[in-house]
C-alpha cells in the first residue's frame, strides 16, 4: 500500500520559517538586514536603479522633443485638444469600386487605414479618375475640387 503512494510533484514547497529566533539563522532581521529599502515590505527597487550609481537613463544625453515634458504634443499652444487624423490619399483609391461609398468602416475593412472610430482626412496626392462617394470628417480644398471634377460627391462630417 505505502508503496502505491507518490508525491504530488505540484505541491508547494513549504516557506521558510522567518523570525524563529536567533539560533534559527533566520530570526532578529529575518534575513532582511538593517534599514533601508531592503528591510520594508513592497518593492525593493525599480528596473533603473543601479545600487546608487547615477542610473543609465539619467547619464545618457536627450534629444529632441521630450513628449510630456513641457507641452503635450496632442494639444496646441491655446491648450484645446487637437484632433489626430488618418490620412487617406488618391493614390490609395486607384482600384476602388465606384459603387462602394468611401468612408471610415469600409477603409478600415480594407485595411487602408487602422480604426474606424477615429476621424479621416482626404488629401489630394495622386489622380481621381471616376466618380466616388466619400463621407469623411475632414478634405483638403485641393481634394475638394478634384472630386468635384471627376464628378463624385463629398460629404464632411462635422
Known sequence: ????????????????????????????????????????????????????QMPLIRRIPKRGMQSGKKMNHLHNTCGRKLKR?????????????????????????????????RPVKLLAQGEINQPLNFTVNSASKKAREMVEKAGGKLEVLV
Open 1 to 52: 500500500m505505502a508503496e502505491q503512494l507518490k508525491r504530488n510533484p505540484k505541491a508547494r514547497r513549504q516557506s521558510k520559517r522567518l523570525g524563529t529566533g536567533h539560533g534559527s539563522g533566520k530570526g532578529g532581521t529575518c534575513g532582511r538586514g538593517y534599514n533601508g529599502a531592503g528591510q520594508r515590505s513592497g518593492t525593493e527597487y525599480g528596473p533603473k536603479f543601479e545600487g546608487g
Open 85 to 117: 487624423f488618418q490620412i487617406i490619399n488618391f493614390i490609395r483609391l486607384k482600384d476602388w469600386d465606384a459603387s462602394e461609398p468611401v468612408n471610415a468602416e469600409t477603409l478600415a475593412k480594407k485595411g487602408l487605414i487602422r480604426k474606424a472610430d
